[in-house]
């Protein structure tokens, strides 16, 4: 049985590379908002792999600085893909790199939510959770961080413009069951 799951590995492993080879390469570009301009790349080149970072635009200089703080080069597009979302892309971009096809994008609106808890206000931007679960369990653990009788405080942010809490749901794919879910949760 030993030597099956090596073989398997192996072709699993031969598929991976073979599958890189024969992906175009491709460059997916998310601009976002900001005095700095930054931007998110995400960038697949065949002989040289993945590599995912922001540039920005500092005052002095006419041209881009990568931010060396978030640059990496994932073995795998699902890692790509997952420090991509993470960095703050929209879903119209992580969409096309999950294509593997080349596009720039204006800036998203972001969907910023900010949770009072006993440690004071903290932001979540929405856009930063792959999924409505994950987005749920870190919700959860601000709110448990009230302390007792505390009243509940949310405020939304869509760019520099604040809103209605509920409205930053409309910026995520899985915004309008996740908004039932925090005002189940909340009662707001």
């Known amino acids: 049985m030993t030597n099956l799951h090596r073989i398997l590995s192996l072709l699993q492993r031969l598929h991976q590379v073979l599958a890189l080879f024969c992906t ?19 960038v697949f080149c065949p002989a040289e792999g993945f590599s995912v970072y922001a540039t920005y635009w500092p005052e002095d ?7 060396t703080d978030t640059y990496a080069t994932p073995r795998s597009l699902r890692g790509a893909l997952d420090h991509f979302r993470r960095m703050g892309a929209g879903e119209a971009a992580w969409q096309r790199a999950q ?9 998203n609106h972001s969907a910023v939510l900010l949770v009072a808890t ?3 206000e903290k932001a979540r931007d929405l856009h930063g959770y792959s999924n409505m679960q994950a987005f749920l369990a870190a919700f959860t653990r601000l709110d448990e961080q009230r ?9 939304g942010y869509s ?30």
């Open 159 to 188: 760019g520099s413009h604040e809103v209605a809490w509920q409205a930053v749901f409309d910026n995520v794919p899985w915004g309008p069951v996740a908004r039932r879910q925090v005002h189940a949760l909340t009662g707001l």
């Open 24 to 42: 175009p390469a491709f460059h997916v570009e998310q601009l976002l908002t900001g005095e700095d301009r930054r931007t998110l790349h995400l």
């Open 99 to 107: 294509a593997c096809r080349s596009g720039q994008f204006l800036a």
């Open 118 to 120: 006993s440690y004071g």
């Open 147 to 155: 302390e007792p009788g505390q009243p509940r405080s949310l405020i």
């Open 61 to 67: 200089e006419g041209d881009p600085a990568v931010d």
